[in-house]
């Protein structure tokens, strides 16, 4: 009599070539998802990153602005209060007179917003000193560009500011423009 002969268990090498390629084409799809997943979170927390920086730098812009007042000049001399300034190159400046909490001795300090080289910077010294020598800060790098205009007493923007009885705009506005297209407005309300 003739025994049967039963067949091994197990799998043949072409089941297990067929399920290795299987497992090795799920990996690399999965590791292309996560990679993907990783590289739009660290955009993301990059770009969470440079709003809440700008929004820091307007809040300081909006507390420097809403203190702003004009203060009398030497005798015979023009009060202080706003003045702004526009290069040749596409640099722009304004600086403003503003009074400092009651906790800070002093009175007014005067301050200065100046985009020039592709960064804007911010200096502030005490009005009895000259702004020589005042180290600027470093507020945002990198613009293509920054514009302002300055709101009259009429309602109407204004390219430059000039003003002989030191008389403050109602409105300054921000025009930020990075290389890579994006463009951003912001007006900031004085008194």
Request: glycine residues 10%.
């Amino acid at each position: 009599m003739r025994r049967l002969r039963r067949k091994p268990a197990g799998f043949t090498l072409l089941e297990v070539l067929v399920a290795l390629t299987l497992f090795a084409l799920f990996a690399m799809t999965s590791y292309r998802a996560l990679n993907a997943v990783l590289e739009a979170e660290a955009h993301a927390l990059g770009e969470l990153s440079r709003w809440q920086n700008l929004g820091k730098i307007f809040a300081r812009i909006e507390a420097d602005l809403q203190d702003a007042v004009v203060v009398a000049g030497p005798p015979g001399g023009v009060p202080a209060g706003f003045a702004a300034e526009r290069g040749a190159a596409g640099d722009a400046a304004f600086s403003v007179s503003r009074l400092l909490p009651e906790d800070v001795e002093g009175g007014t300090q005067r301050v200065l917003y100046r985009f020039a080289a592709r960064q804007l910077s911010r200096s502030a010294w005490s009005p009895s000193v000259q702004d020589r020598g005042v180290q600027p800060v470093l507020l945002l790098e990198g613009l293509d560009q920054v514009g302002f205009r300055y709101m009259d007493a009429a309602g109407n923007w204004q390219g430059e500011w000039v003003t002989a009885a030191g008389e403050l705009p109602r409105a300054v506005e921000m025009v930020f423009k990075w290389p890579d297209g994006v463009s951003l407005r912001r007006v900031f309300r004085l008194q």
